[in-house]
């Protein structure tokens, strides 16, 4: 999963396009799901929310490093086809 860090801005640009609504606001910033985000695995080739951050503050979450196997896992999962 990726995570987005204190920089951020909330500007709202990243919510509407994940496609797995991992995207919240939290108490301060925005915030990622990462029972939620399979780091656009499934539907895009890139994640989708670090094209459009205009500030690049959405890393790696190193509480929550997956392997493409395990984010496809996810994705299944989360479509019901698991
Ligand atoms: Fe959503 Fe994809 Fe960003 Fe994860 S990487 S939060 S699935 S847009
Ligand atoms: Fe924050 Fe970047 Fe999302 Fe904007 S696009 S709300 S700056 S994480």
Redesign the pocket.
């Known amino acids: ?2 995570l987005i860090t204190s920089k951020c801005i909330n500007c709202d640009m ?1 919510d509407p ?7 919240y606001m939290g108490s301060k910033v925005y915030e ?2 990462p029972d ?6 499934g ?2 080739d890139q ?4 094209s459009v951050c205009p500030i690049d503050c ?1 890393k790696p979450d190193p509480n929550h490093l997956e392997s493409l196997d395990t984010l496809a896992d996810k994705y299944l999962r989360l479509t019901g086809q698991l």
Do not use: F, G, R, S
């Open positions: 999963a990726l990243c396009e994940c496609p797995n609504q991992a995207i990622i799901d939620k985000c399979t780091e656009c695995v539907h895009y994640p989708t929310c670090v959405i």
